[in-house]
């Protein structure tokens, strides 16, 4: 697979042409198809160590807790776009992160706590900030970005699970000439991450660390082939890191009023590229769901296999793992590592509650082996032998309300719980998120 992205991009402009629609038709103008948005998101974290240590620098967090209570204010702003054949519009973001509390210096250090910077002391930040924005340009059906992006790919995607989102810096485009096919591709050359006020980071991934890669680029794309199946294709190249490939589908059938039937199936895989900068791997992993939705209710059970030798890895918190046993804190993506999860939803409008929904899931994982890891993703116990039988699990409890109407309508209200527990491999962990997001449409 190329990732030449110039040579997609002109597939893309080609695809539209091909089938030409009446831009004129399409275009609302630079002003008139504005909108700016501005987002209020005050989350509490706290993450019990248990018997460890919390990850810190200095004294900080040497009590086993990470604590943070922090506030976001998300400003983005986008163009319509100008008239004619080719028209051209701008997006635009500011954000600021306010630190309100981290509970006695438990701020979390450098981890994947990363509610807020730290300084070289170990002292979180008492505030910080994101400024960016992209040039865009629409041919018919084809939208190219260049600047500062927000990827949403199974194989390239911009986080957005702490007080700020990800972003990444490029070009990309997306295309949506055929009814229910949207191709996407994009070349990236920086990322920001969720606690940095710089936009020019260089690459970072989530199990091996900081990557002295150039650029990751990706393609592929999401058909709706009827009003209950859809399938995905994509792959990407960390360059020098790897290569990945990702295949999904996803498929609900009514049995009966208010009765459907829903699959799902995910699959990865990665291999070593160029440099060879993570080592040398060779991963496949899957993931496959089952279950039923009876009104108001949904049950599901799930199975995940990484048939490889190393950690299934991706972008350091970013959204690009689309397996089902991927949850609050556990991946379930160690080698050999084979996990089964069963996961209940239920919806309150059905009980004259709308706007109220409760998720409760447990996942359990087992047979993780490091055996014959590579030198990245080996780890290793007190005696240096690798880790071989490793198991874990993971229970999860959520609750969310959105308000239905009035003043605070859209105001949501979220409580995350989460307990993991793990043989020598991981952490055991306890850990309670509280969020509050205000979303407010000013244009």
Known sequence: MSYTFPRYLVALCALSAS????????AEGFIEGSNLSVLNRNLYFNRDHRDGPAPAYGKAGDNGYSEAWAHGIIG???????????????????????KLDTGGGRNGGRSSFDVLPVNR????????????????????????????????????AAGDSRLLPESFRGVTAENTSFDGLTLQAGRLHAMSQPVSSNMRDGFATFYGGAVDSPWVAYGGGDYAVTEHLSVSLYGSRLKDAWNQYYAGASFTYPLADDLDLITGFNAYRAVDEGRQLLGEFDNTIWSGKLGLRFGAHTLALTHQRNNGDDDFDYLRHSDSIFLDNSIQYSDFNSPKERSWMLRYDLNMASYGIPGLSFMTRYGRGSD?????????????????????????????IEVKYVVQSGAAKDL????????????????????????VEYPLSVL
């Open 368 to 396: 993780a082996d490091y055996s014959n890891a590579n030198a990245v993703y080996m780890r290793r116990d007190a005696n240096g032998d690798p880790l071989t039988d490793q198991k874990r699990w993971e229970r999860n």
């Open 121 to 156: 002391d170990g002292e979180a930040r008492d505030e910080y900030s994101k400024l960016g924005g992209a040039a865009k340009v629409r041919f018919l059906d084809t939208v190219v970005r260049v600047g500062d992006v927000f990827p949403a790919t199974p194989v390239v």
């Open 412 to 435: 949501s209200l979220r409580v995350r719980q989460a307990n993991t527990r793990a043989t020598a491999f991981e952490s055991d962990l306890d850990e309670v998120r509280l969020i």
């Open 76 to 98: 983005k702003f986008s163009s319509g776009f100008t008239q004619g054949t080719v028209g051209f519009g701008v997006d635009a973001f500011a954000m600021l992160g306010l």
């Open 19 to 26: 089938y030409a629609v009446n831009a004129e038709e399409q």
